[in-house]
């Protein structure tokens, strides 16, 4: 979803605009006015990462513009420039901003093995498309406190034993964010089995054959399905 947001300032007097706080875009036309009255001075289109000018108008004096521009993806802001430029002189910049959150999707979606393993994550958005993506394995279903950002649409590998929940955040370029989370990962590297009332951990089994011990691979059948377990 987006909505249609203006940028306008009237009476300019070497006008600039806070970048912080000023406007994103993305792969789209933007529509611009200005009306300088009683000077000359220009209108910028700039990059907020390094402030590089993508595109420029100079308004004569008494002039005005009337034009579109279509801005690459990423952030920019809106900048004007003007020398003593009279009441009712005015800049406007009107664009459509996207305020739809992100998707997030699980590969799968929950597993249970004995072997480290992977979950893809991809997070997606058809407006301003995705900037940014961080994931934290919990233990629980909790928001997570910290985060660590990851490729979008690579595996993230589960290498912790347990019951283990997996949360993914995502940024569209417009700001908008995501928080989803997947789960139950359960990771069980090692057997145990109970001797005298003690569980052990065993780290192989072995079978005595022909007067020899020989070490075997045991699997266990769940679900209709042999998984190894050691």
Same mark, same amino acid.
Do not use: C
């Given at each position: 979803m987006s909505e249609t947001t203006v940028i306008y300032h009237d009476e300019l007097d070497i006008e600039t605009y806070d970048k912080t706080n000023n406007f994103t875009v993305f792969n789209q036309t933007i529509s611009i006015e200005a009306y300088y009255k009683g000077d000359d001075g220009y209108i910028y289109i700039k990059k907020q990462s390094d402030d590089t000018i993508v595109e420029s108008w100079?308004?004569?004096?008494?002039? *005005?513009? $009337? *034009?579109?521009? *279509?801005?690459? +993806?990423? &952030?920019?802001?809106?900048q004007t420039n003007a020398n003593n430029v009279l009441s009712g002189s005015y800049a406007q910049l009107t664009y459509e901003k996207d305020v739809t959150e992100p998707s997030i999707s699980f590969s799968p979606t929950s597993k249970d093995d004995n072997e480290p393993f992977d979950v893809t994550v991809t997070a997606s958005d058809s407006e301003s498309t995705i900037e940014n993506t961080w994931y934290s394995w919990e233990t629980e279903v909790t928001t997570p406190s910290s985060w660590t950002s990851f490729t979008n649409g690579t595996g993230i590998t589960l290498d912790q +034993?347990? +019951? $283990?929940?997996?949360?993914?955040?995502? +940024?569209?370029?417009?700001? $908008? *964010?995501?928080?989803?989370?997947?789960? &139950?990962?359960?990771?069980?590297k090692d057997l145990f089995v109970m001797v005298n009332g003690t569980w052990l951990d065993a780290k192989g089994i072995y079978v005595k054959e022909s007067g020899v011990w020989d070490e075997k691979e045991l699997y266990l059948k769940v679900n209709d399905t042999w998984t190894k377990k050691v």
């Amino acid at each position: 979803m987006s909505e249609t947001t203006v940028i306008y300032h009237d009476e300019l007097d070497i006008e600039t605009y806070d970048k912080t706080n000023n406007f994103t875009v993305f792969n789209q036309t933007i529509s611009i006015e200005a009306y300088y009255k009683g000077d000359d001075g220009y209108i910028y289109i700039k990059k907020q990462s390094d402030d590089t000018i993508v595109e420029s108008w100079r308004v004569s004096e008494d002039g *005005t513009i $009337n *034009t579109t521009y *279509t801005i690459p +993806e990423g &952030k920019y802001y809106f900048q004007t420039n003007a020398n003593n430029v009279l009441s009712g002189s005015y800049a406007q910049l009107t664009y459509e901003k996207d305020v739809t959150e992100p998707s997030i999707s699980f590969s799968p979606t929950s597993k249970d093995d004995n072997e480290p393993f992977d979950v893809t994550v991809t997070a997606s958005d058809s407006e301003s498309t995705i900037e940014n993506t961080w994931y934290s394995w919990e233990t629980e279903v909790t928001t997570p406190s910290s985060w660590t950002s990851f490729t979008n649409g690579t595996g993230i590998t589960l290498d912790q +034993e347990g +019951e $283990n929940y997996l949360y993914a955040k995502a +940024e569209d370029f417009s700001g $908008n *964010t995501k928080i989803d989370y997947s789960g &139950k990962y359960i990771l069980t590297k090692d057997l145990f089995v109970m001797v005298n009332g003690t569980w052990l951990d065993a780290k192989g089994i072995y079978v005595k054959e022909s007067g020899v011990w020989d070490e075997k691979e045991l699997y266990l059948k769940v679900n209709d399905t042999w998984t190894k377990k050691v």
